[in-house]
């Protein structure tokens, strides 16, 4: 008999290795690894999401009648070696990993490889798209996936007759005060959530989980369709704002489960074409989600596979602050926006993507923290992380530190920004508009700091040479500099 051997991101009987198994051919082989929990400080919200997805897909391929091997062991190899010197297996198939480790490991354990399907476009499609052209801009590789999907198109056109709805998407948070974005499903907590919880709670942090993220392949297609039915409509107009009203407002939330198998992009984008078809959602919502779930989320992925492995270790901006005790709990601050975008964290191991980008983002950005640091700390803190998706994300696009590869400017911001985007800056102890003094924004200090430090490599860049010259300008950039360095030590000591 062959065993088919599922990771822990590859929850779903259609994909790979186990699309083409069944119960009289094939034992199915988990393995829960000690080392892998031990690896990180995680969020117990995000070790709880895999771990009991993990447990809950073995349940349900047992009720399909397969024979599954559940094992506990101290790293995946020594849990392939039990299984391999218990059942001894004829071969053990798995699909291609999401990982450059993972993937490295199967080969040296003599695994056979399904190709990967939890991607409408496979990494060796990507590198041959890259190989056709000279640059590699999501938005062209956004067009290409568009066309050769048939997602939102009329013929050769975009529907609509755009392809980008991306300006009509940035308005600040409603100025009446109101929160009309729809609550989030819940689950009741059960027994295996409870057991899970028993089990890992020694090694992990943050506020237990209380039933926000799905666990199993039908709470998540649940899911799936109050986004599009309730949600999606809305869904664009606000994608950049912050707000202390909603941790939510229209994100889709949907990102965990197409990372670790639950729900495939295929048929995530298959409904949202379905509501738009049928007149229900406005095609600049389905757009920005059919762009993020077709562009983004894929073209992070290629570029992680394209890249890998030294883009893992890149650190153009020679950043190497400490990560702050404020991000690990030890610390409490009194800049108002970043409380919330890690209160949320703490919460439910979840901020949408400009509080990663903007606040925790930019604020490690500006201050120069290690993008490694960053990275693992992201990775082990919210519910959809995976190093795919981080390493690109945080130490490409967020920090700069590949130099530009990914980025065509560092997203660094001041105050203003922040202040533009969400309500965070009117209860704040510190006044966005001051770059220097006690109560001076931390962000708009850095920022201009930021900006003069590193004049050699932003001052020819056309997109922010501009800012270059403005900090140049400051006639109080001396204490602005001074103030920054005391920023960084408060920074550092959890005192900001
Ligand atoms: S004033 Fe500065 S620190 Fe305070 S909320 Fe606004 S941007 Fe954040």
Redesign the pocket.
């Known amino acids: 008999m062959k065993t088919v051997w599922v990771l822990g991101d590859q929850l779903n009987r259609r994909i790979g290795a186990l699309a083409e198994a069944a119960p009289s051919t094939h034992r199915v082989l988990f393995v829960e690894s000690r080392a892998k929990l031990a690896s990180k400080a995680w969020h117990i919200q995000r070790a709880h999401f895999v771990i009991t997805s993990m447990r809950r897909f073995a349940d349900e391929l047992r009720a399909e009648g397969f024979d599954v091997d559940y094992r506990f062991a101290d790293s995946l190899a020594d849990g392939h070696r039990q299984h391999v010197d218990e059942y001894a297996p004829t071969e053990v198939d798995a699909t291609e990993p999401l990982s450059w480790a993972g993937r490295a490991l199967m080969h040296r354990l003599g695994c056979s490889m399904v190709r990967s399907n939890q991607f409408l476009c496979h990494y060796d499609d990507f590198a041959a798209w890259m190989k056709t052209r000279k640059s590699f801009k999501m938005e062209d590789f956004y067009r290409w996936q568009r066309q050769r999907l048939g997602y939102l198109m009329d013929g050769d056109d975009p529907v609509g007759g755009q392809w980008n709805y991306d300006a009509d998407n940035r308005e600040p948070p409603p100025k009446d005060g109101s929160s009309p974005w729809p609550a989030p499903l819940l689950d009741e907590l059960d027994d295996l959530d409870r057991e899970v919880i028993a089990d890992i709670s020694a090694h992990c942090h943050g506020e237990a989980p209380a039933g926000v993220w799905a666990t199993s392949r039908t709470a998540a297609l649940r899911r799936l369709d109050h986004f599009v039915n309730d949600v999606l409509p809305m869904f664009g107009p606000h994608e950049d704002a912050m707000t202390t009203r909603s941790w939510h407002l229209a994100h889709s939330l949907l990102s965990p489960y197409l990372n670790i198998g639950l729900l495939l992009p295929g048929e995530v984008c298959d409904a949202v074409q379905r509501a738009f078809d049928a007149g229900r959602v406005p095609v600049a919502s389905a757009e920005g989600f059919i762009r993020q779930v077709i562009g983004w989320r894929e073209y992070v992925w290629g570029l992680y596979w394209a890249w890998m492995p030294e883009y893992a270790g890149v650190n153009e901006l020679d950043a190497s602050e400490p990560l702050p005790p404020v991000f690990t709990g030890r610390a409490d601050t009194?800049?108002?926006?970043?409380a919330h975008a890690l209160g949320d964290v703490n919460a439910r191991a979840y901020a949408h993507h400009i509080q990663r980008l903007m606040?925790i983002g930019n604020l490690s950005l500006i201050a120069g923290i290690d993008p490694r640091a960053l990275t693992d700390w992201m990775w082990a803190n919210f519910v959809d992380g995976a190093e795919w998706v981080m390493v690109p994300n945080v130490m490409g696009m967020s920090q700069f530190a590949d130099g530009g590869r990914m980025a065509t400017k560092p997203y660094a911001s001041?105050?203003a920004y922040?202040?533009r985007m969400?309500d965070?800056?009117k209860?704040?102890?510190?006044?966005?508009t001051k770059r220097v003094g006690d109560d001076a924004?931390?962000?708009?200090t850095l920022y201009w700091d930021f900006m003069a430090r590193h004049e050699t490599r932003f001052g020819r860049n056309p997109r922010v040479a501009q800012q270059v010259r403005a900090a140049f300008k400051l006639k109080d950039l001396d204490e602005v500099r001074e103030r920054a360095a005391e920023v960084k030590v408060m920074l550092r000591e959890g005192r900001l």
């Open positions: 009194k800049m108002n926006c970043l606040v001041g105050g922040i202040d969400s965070y800056c209860g704040c102890a510190y006044d966005r924004c931390p962000f708009t």
